[in-house]
């Protein structure tokens, strides 16, 4: 997706600053009241091949300050936290920590670390503050005597399938299994969500890239058709 977008995004650029201007210099000689959508491509056109320099800038300085703000940790912990609340894409994030942290969680679990140790060393691995700061808060409640499910569904961060089944784990002494299965059930989550939402977004792009296409395909010809109408007359 990211290949296509970068071609259509040059496609439409070499159209806009190159095809379009030659194309509608065949209008500028003739006295006639251009259509609505002619006008609108001839002033894309124009801005775009006048100021593409400025558009490039304006890009570059605001991809600058995102990333400055996004190293600040208030930036960090503010975007971390609207990552989690969008739309399908918070719960597949969601998702690849919850199977991140259960897999890294019961291979520590299993290798003999000790419990709050290994919180320790999976919060970090986590990528996103909020998460982070769900397990740091579980393991301080944690070292308090409490169990490691209600600590985790305190924070509202993990799915409830994912605390029962630890709860399930810490009850039966299977905790390391449990892990295990969480994380194989989410991967498989994850792996079935990439798929399906690759097979929507590859034909909406190119459906997006015909309609654009399209509509300057449209605004080009619909004066040559009216000025070979008014020639007939």
Same mark, same amino acid.
């Given at each position: 997706?990211?290949?296509?977008?970068?071609?259509?995004?040059?496609?439409?650029?070499?159209?806009?600053?190159?095809?379009?201007?030659?194309?509608?210099?065949?209008?500028?000689?003739?006295?006639?009241?251009?259509?609505?959508?002619?006008?609108?491509?001839?002033?894309? #056109?124009?801005? $775009?091949?006048? +100021?593409?320099?400025?558009?490039?800038?304006?890009?570059?300085?605001?991809?600058?300050?995102?990333?400055?703000?996004?190293?600040?940790?208030?930036?960090?912990?503010?975007?971390?936290?609207?990552?989690?609340?969008?739309?399908?894409?918070?719960?597949?994030?969601?998702?690849?920590?919850?199977?991140?942290?259960?897999?890294?969680?019961?291979?520590?679990?299993?290798?003999?670390?000790?419990?709050?140790?290994?919180?320790?060393?999976?919060? #970090?691995?986590?990528?996103?503050?909020?998460?982070?700061?769900?397990?740091?808060?579980?393991?301080?409640?944690?070292?308090?005597?409490?169990?490691?499910?209600?600590?985790?569904?305190?924070?509202?961060?993990?799915?409830?399938?994912?605390?029962?089944?630890?709860?399930?784990?810490?009850? #039966?002494?299977?905790?390391?299994?449990?892990?295990?299965?969480?994380?194989?059930? +989410?991967?498989?989550?994850?792996?079935?969500?990439?798929?399906?939402?690759?097979?929507?977004?590859?034909?909406?792009?190119?459906?997006?890239?015909?309609? $654009?296409?399209?509509?300057?395909?449209?605004?080009?010809?619909?004066?040559?058709?009216?000025?070979?109408?008014?020639?007939?007359?």
């Amino acid at each position: 997706p990211i290949a296509m977008a970068l071609v259509a995004t040059f496609v439409v650029g070499l159209l806009m600053v190159k095809v379009v201007p030659q194309v509608t210099e065949l209008f500028s000689d003739q006295e006639m009241s251009l259509p609505f959508s002619t006008r609108i491509l001839i002033g894309v #056109s124009d801005f $775009v091949g006048g +100021y593409w320099w400025l558009i490039l800038l304006v890009g570059a300085a605001g991809s600058w300050a995102f990333a400055k703000w996004r190293m600040t940790a208030a930036g960090r912990a503010s975007l971390d936290h609207r990552k989690l609340t969008m739309p399908f894409l918070g719960d597949l994030l969601r998702k690849v920590a919850v199977a991140r942290f259960s897999r890294t969680l019961s291979t520590m679990l299993a290798s003999g670390v000790q419990l709050l140790e290994a919180l320790d060393i999976v919060s #970090s691995l986590l990528g996103n503050v909020t998460l982070e700061k769900a397990v740091s808060d579980a393991r301080d409640d944690i070292r308090e005597g409490e169990g490691i499910a209600p600590a985790l569904k305190r924070s509202g961060e993990f799915p409830p399938l994912v605390t029962h089944m630890i709860s399930v784990g810490e009850r #039966s002494g299977e905790l390391e299994s449990m892990l295990s299965d969480v994380a194989d059930a +989410y991967d498989r989550e994850v792996n079935t969500a990439i798929n399906r939402s690759m097979a929507v977004l590859e034909p909406l792009m190119i459906v997006g890239m015909a309609v $654009v296409v399209g509509f300057i395909v449209f605004a080009i010809m619909q004066p040559i058709i009216q000025m070979n109408s008014m020639a007939n007359l």
